[in-house]
């Protein structure tokens, strides 16, 4: 299958038909995880002074992973009870795959794939890069309306901050200070609709998002035909489109209660728990 045209896309939403999850299974989800709210993850400790030699974009890269992995397992890694009702495992994935999706399962059956996102603390000394770097969380080419079950998928987004141990005020962790919780089906429909609306679209059954380039965009505005038949990588290939590198970035995602939120937490760490 070569380029799917946004006729095409919209007639596959159609057909579809879709359930969509509910905002009172949403709000009930929230409720279940509300206790990771202030989580403190006391397994990575960075003394203050080193913190002077981190960007917040390279913190937000190495505690990533910890994070990820040490969700399900916070009842262990904790001091508190209350994370044993939380219910969440951590899902095999596609075999071979090393991301698979979703990341995991609640015991209600739900399906949540998660996304963190890292909200600079103001009262930490640390490297501030020459201009503000876009959060690289997205939901990538790899979720799609092939995997995507939208009764039951949501997308959990995590704000985190490195705050001062409650036992050690020289070292901070990682600290959860907010969630949200989005259906996945509404978010990829809208993120998909932006790449359509910006003359790009899908490569193939969902395989490759493309977006025009340079040389597509200069004769669009020209308003020459843009050759559809193949995708680039780079620009030098000398294609109309190329392959959307940024695809997915949630900051890119017009779904407004997702913006409200990235918005809000961008901005909120003096209004988050102590």
Request: proline share 7%; with cysteine.
């Amino acid at each position: 299958m070569g380029f799917m045209h946004k006729d095409e896309y919209e007639d596959f939403i159609i057909h579809q038909n879709a359930t969509v999850i509910s905002a009172e299974e949403i709000s009930e989800m929230k409720q279940n995880l509300s206790p990771l709210i202030g989580a403190q993850f006391n397994v990575l400790s960075i003394p203050k002074e080193i913190l002077k030699a981190f960007e917040p974009s390279q913190i937000g890269t190495i505690v990533g992973s910890l994070m990820d992995a040490c969700i399900p397992q916070l009842s262990i890694l904790t001091d508190s009870d209350m994370f044993n009702s939380v219910g969440l495992t951590k899902n095999e994935g596609i075999l071979g795959d090393r991301e698979g999706y979703p990341d995991y399962i609640h015991t209600s059956g739900k399906r949540l794939e998660l996304k963190l996102l890292f909200v600079d603390n103001p009262n930490i000394e640390m490297k501030k890069p020459p201009t503000p770097r876009e959060p690289s969380a997205r939901l990538t080419q790899k979720v799609t309306f092939k995997n995507v079950i939208p009764e039951k998928d949501m997308l959990l987004v995590i704000s985190y901050a490195l705050k001062e141990r409650t036992d050690n005020p020289n070292l901070f962790s990682p600290t959860i200070i907010n969630l949200d919780i989005f259906p996945v089906y509404d978010c990829i429909l809208a993120r998909d609709r932006r790449m359509y609306n910006s003359h790009g679209g899908w490569f193939g059954y969902f395989e490759t998002p493309t977006i025009l380039s340079n040389q597509g965009k200069q004769k669009m505005a020209a308003n020459i035909e843009i050759d559809y038949s193949s995708y680039g990588r780079k620009e030098n290939e000398g294609k109309d489109l190329n392959e959307d590198t940024n695809f997915g970035k949630l900051k890119r995602i017009p779904y407004p209660p997702l913006q409200y939120y990235l918005k809000m937490s961008s901005s909120s760490f003096d209004n988050s728990k102590d």
